[in-house]
């Protein structure tokens, strides 16, 4: 399967995920960030973490699946946006115990929209 998200150490043991693709609840084209796979990846060590996210979005209640298994992560979590946590993806970036953003990054949060509910429902 292929993933837009990957595990790095630093050379202080602290674990680092680069969070990068879409948000959502099964894998279609196998490139998506599913709270499965990510669960299973998020408890393989324990440590702080730090969650670079470049993300368009997503389904949201995958996102909400994500945010409250880092929130209820026993290490501490930072998040930092680089270019885009969107939509869906901006839920995610929430749950950082810090949350960084660079200077040219874009944090968009935004109502759902009733013509658009279709999409979250999948």
Do not use: Q
Not at 39 to 53: H, K, N, P, S
Not at 88 to 111: E, F, K
């Amino acid at each position: 399967m292929k993933k837009f998200w990957n595990w790095l150490r630093n050379s202080e043991g602290e674990r680092t995920l680069r969070l990068e693709g879409p948000i959502d609840e099964d894998s279609v084209w196998g490139d998506e960030i599913t709270p499965k796979a990510f669960r299973a990846e998020l408890e393989e060590d324990a440590g702080d973490i730090t969650v670079w996210i470049c993300s368009p979005g997503g389904n949201v209640f995958a996102a909400a699946e994500i945010y409250t298994m880092l929130r209820e992560y026993p290490g501490t979590v930072t998040v930092k946006i680089d270019s885009i946590a969107a939509s869906a993806a901006s839920v995610v970036a929430m749950a950082g115990d810090r949350v960084l953003m660079s200077p040219t990054g874009m944090l968009m949060i935004h109502d759902v929209r009733p013509d658009r509910a279709f999409l979250i429902a999948g």
